[in-house]
């Protein structure tokens, strides 16, 4: 098949995609109010508040698919005198950049999340914000919601907290690497080795995890185990 009937077979699939959005309901395209909204946004936000902590000194990470570039999630760990662990889970802070109201958030509501095809990916948010501005991504400082745990040695919580800081993102990982790593049936992720104390940190995160995991299942909880579908396009 030459690169030409590829294209032309692509495009078949991504008419069908977009018509397929639209009879569910779906927006398939952004708005020309949202696209003005987007050419004015020219970075990621900043904030100055006294209340917003600045945490990007600690080990942070994230830990997602192989070939996820919009990241939300960063994870770091500390032990305590006591025994007990300190959690530290944060999540992007979309609404500093994409406000309320607005075309964006009012595309982003409507839709609810990115819908992923074999032919196009019709994100939620446009890539500029999904996969940049918005986006924990390595070595950039963001604002984040940080929620903070106080795990037990049996697993309990024994405190929580939430607010709102500065992080930075060290290191960008890989769920089946970092897998296969701590369970001994692969090497350590290069990345890993080049963050000072992060490979204790993750050991950390994970004996903690397993703690919450036997906690769960002596209340009753059930392990389900699911396949994740990927779609491939064939040319063929």
């Known amino acids: 098949m030459t690169k030409t009937d590829e294209r032309q ?12 959005m639209m009879e569910r309901g779906l927006l398939p395209d952004f708005s020309a109010s949202a696209i003005i909204e987007l050419d004015e946004i020219h970075g990621a936000a900043a ?8 945490l990007r000194n600690l080990s ?12 939300d999630q960063l994870t770091v760990a500390e032990a305590l005198p006591d025994g007990t662990v300190k959690i ?3 999540i992007a802070d979309v609404e500093v950049v994409v406000k309320m109201p607005s075309a964006l958030d009012d595309h982003a509501k409507h839709n609810t999340t990115s819908v992923y095809t074999a032919a196009e990916i019709f994100s939620m948010l446009p890539e500029k914000l999904s996969t940049d501005l918005t986006s924990l991504n390595v070595e950039s400082d963001r604002l984040a919601f940080v929620v903070e745990m106080v795990i037990a040695e049996d697993g309990t919580l024994r405190r929580s907290d939430i607010y709102r800081a500065t992080v930075r993102n060290h290191a960008k990982l890989a769920y089946n690497s970092v897998a296969g790593w701590l369970d ?5 992720p290069q990345e890993i080795g080049i963050v000072n104390g992060l490979d204790d940190n ?8 397993r703690k919450l995991k036997s906690l769960r ?15 491939v396009f064939d040319g063929r």
């Not at 904030?47 to 600045?54: F, G, L, M, Q, V």
């Not at 001994?184 to 350590?188: D, F």
């Not at 009753?220 to 396949?227: C, M, N, P, R, S």
Request: proline residues 3%; charged residues 35%; hydrophobic residues 35%.
């Open 88 to 90: 530290l889970v944060a």
């Open 60 to 71: 942070w990470c994230s830990i997602d698919n192989d070939d996820s570039r919009d990241l």
């Open 202 to 209: 993750l050991r950390l995160q994970d004996r903690t995890a």
């Open 217 to 231: 299942h002596e209340h009753g909880a059930l392990y389900f185990e699911t396949i994740e579908a990927r779609p």
């Open 9 to 20: 077979h692509r495009a078949i699939l991504q008419r069908i995609a977009r018509r397929v």
């Open 184 to 188: 001994g049936s692969g090497p350590m």
């Open 47 to 54: 904030d100055h508040e006294e209340s917003t902590r600045d």
